[in-house]
């Protein structure tokens, strides 16, 4: 996992900073203070906070066992083979290529077609930390017991777990946390939380079918069904809640050693709320291009923020930043001066 | 009368049951009259699980069982008693 470097006025600042670029929350925050922001003794000379910053890993274990271990438990050979190859500059291919296929099994088709492309260029665009808050939850839904899809993507031989981290470039864990333990590791906590939510909306009197997509080192648990706005909350707080829950169980229950990053949504809230911010910061952004005005956004939380900077980003003649602290962080979108 | 938020105390029981190492020392005592308090005891070992860091956990635990009690017609507070 890349480590990033921000700075700011005080240490706050430069966390909050931090939590922007890598589009997390602040418990998911691992830093290193690097430098403390200092004044020279006459309080001329004013010397920035500097910190060192990662999205925590939350695998504390080595697992290089796990390498060595099928992975395909289920779904039969979704994710076979391809130890020959994280040949890690070939993975951009177009979709549809198949011409590698002869290179080596024949079941690493199916890999790399789970790679969210879109994301993957966004968060390059944006020249952001792994994005961890912006899975494209919309691309390659994998149900439980259904074989994965196969989209004919790959174009090289390789394995996509790994291929796609060095695609991303940034979301490269520790060498010890194999792609194929990140698989398995992630299966077992789809079980675990979809029993979880399952028991839980059923205890709430809600009736929701609950579905799991496991998407590179993504676990994404969907509860889905009709009047579930009880289970989502205002403004998606009781999401948010269900959501640390579950992190916590699988914490437990993994002993610590839980691989990947879990995204718990209800009805379709998380994937409807990036949709409308995505909407919502195009034009805002067009707005601020118009009359050349720079806007400041609501309050949001980092996770929101990022899906702003990284929207924003894309849109040439202006920028992001964010201000303010906490609670009151917002996004400021301005026309990029010539 | 004493207030009633069954839903609410079901999701409650269902969480901290889920959450904790020893489940059988559960124990919640439902007070209060127009809004329902309960009171979550568990086992000494536990309390860090349900609380979590900067209450984080707790917070959660409370999010929940108030949107439960969204059918139960009440409002209710949770307690997490040392």
Redesign the interface.
């Known amino acids: 996992m890349e480590w990033i470097e921000t700075t700011g006025a005080t240490v706050d600042d430069a966390k909050e900073r931090a939590l922007d670029r890598l589009g997390v929350a602040e418990?998911e925050l691992e830093y290193e203070i690097l430098a403390e922001a200092s004044r020279s003794m006459l309080g001329l000379k004013k010397t920035d906070a500097r910190l060192r910053a990662r999205v925590r890993p939350r695998q504390s274990l080595p697992r290089v066992e796990r390498r060595d271990r099928d992975r395909n438990r289920r779904g039969g050979g979704s994710r076979g083979g391809g130890r020959n190859g994280r040949n890690k500059g070939n993975s951009r291919g177009e979709g549809g290529k198949q011409e590698s296929t002869g290179r080596g099994n024949r079941r690493k088709q199916d890999d790399g077609s789970q790679r969210p492309r879109k994301d993957a260029d966004r968060s390059e665009k944006s020249g952001n930390g792994p994005n961890r808050g912006s899975g494209d939850r919309s691309s390659r839904r994998r149900r439980r017991g259904e074989s994965p899809e196969t989209v004919g993507d790959v174009g090289s031989g390789v394995e996509s777990t790994g291929d796609d981290r060095a695609d991303r470039g940034r979301n490269d864990r520790s060498p010890a946390s194999a792609p194929k333990g990140v698989q398995m590791e992630l299966e077992t906590q789809s079980e675990i939380v979809e029993e979880?939510v399952a028991?839980?909306l059923d205890?709430?009197?809600l009736d929701a079918r609950v579905v799991s997509t496991i998407q590179e080192d993504r676990l994404s648990v969907e509860a889905q069904g009709l009047n579930l706005g009880?289970?989502i909350?205002h403004r998606g707080?009781?999401v948010?809640?269900?959501t640390?829950?579950a992190r916590?169980?699988v914490q437990?229950r993994s002993e610590g050693a839980a691989v990947g990053f879990l995204s718990v949504d209800v009805g379709g809230y998380r994937e409807r709320r990036r949709t409308f911010l995505e909407e919502f910061a195009r034009n805002q952004a067009e707005a601020v291009l118009g009359d050349g005005r720079a806007r400041a956004l609501e309050a949001m939380g980092s996770a929101d923020r990022k899906v702003i900077h990284d929207t924003v980003s894309e849109i040439d003649g202006v920028e992001t930043e964010s201000e303010g602290s906490d609670r009151d962080r917002r996004v400021v979108i301005r026309p990029v001066a010539d | 009368m004493s207030a009633e938020a069954p839903t609410a105390e079901g999701v409650l029981a269902f969480l901290i049951r889920t959450i904790v190492e020893e489940p059988d020392a559960v124990h919640i005592e439902t007070s209060g009259d127009d809004r329902c308090k309960f009171s979550v005891t568990v086992a000494d070992g536990d309390m860090g699980r349900v609380i979590g860091k900067r209450g984080r956990v707790a917070n959660a635990i409370r999010t929940i069982v108030r949107a439960a009690a969204i059918s139960d017609e009440t409002e209710i507070d949770v307690d997490f008693v040392d």
């Open positions: 418990d979880f028991g839980l205890e709430m009197g009880l289970a909350g707080e009781t948010r809640a269900i640390e829950i916590t169980i437990r």
